[in-house]
């Protein structure tokens, strides 16, 4: 019903900068939050950032400063800029939203992910 396709992923040098970009579809009412997560190899996923639709945004304290979260609520996308990227920075990165489809219940939906790595 709904589908969360990430992109932006790929190669970046260290102190670099790379953007990620999140699209929703399908038979969306509204989104309410929207985030990024991340899950490096051997460890669990976690919180990188998220932003209600009003744009309040909440970081992780190992990203804030050098992450910057953003949403278009007309496109239903969320971008994650992230500048600063260090070693510990490459995961796969997963979207995540929370929907309202045709009632007031919310359904939290996950992209595929996407990753990048970090190297000179």
């Known amino acids: 019903q709904v589908q969360l396709v990430e992109s932006g992923g790929g190669l970046v040098q260290p102190g670099g900068s790379l953007r990620l970009s999140c699209a929703a579809s399908g038979s969306i009412f509204s989104i309410h939050v929207m985030g990024w997560y991340r899950q490096a190899p051997g460890k669990q996923r976690e919180l990188v950032a998220t932003?209600?639709?009003?744009?309040?945004?909440n970081y992780a304290d190992s990203v804030k400063g050098r992450f910057t979260i953003s949403r278009d609520n007309a496109k239903n996308t969320v971008y994650l800029q992230m500048n600063s990227l260090n070693p510990e920075d490459p995961a796969v990165y997963y979207c995540?939203?929370?929907?309202?489809?045709?009632?007031?219940?919310?359904?939290?939906?996950w992209g595929q992910g996407t990753q990048f790595t970090v190297s000179s």
């Open positions: 932003i209600t639709s009003a744009g309040n945004t």
């Open positions: 995540n939203a929370a929907v309202s489809l045709s009632s007031p219940t919310i359904f939290s939906y």
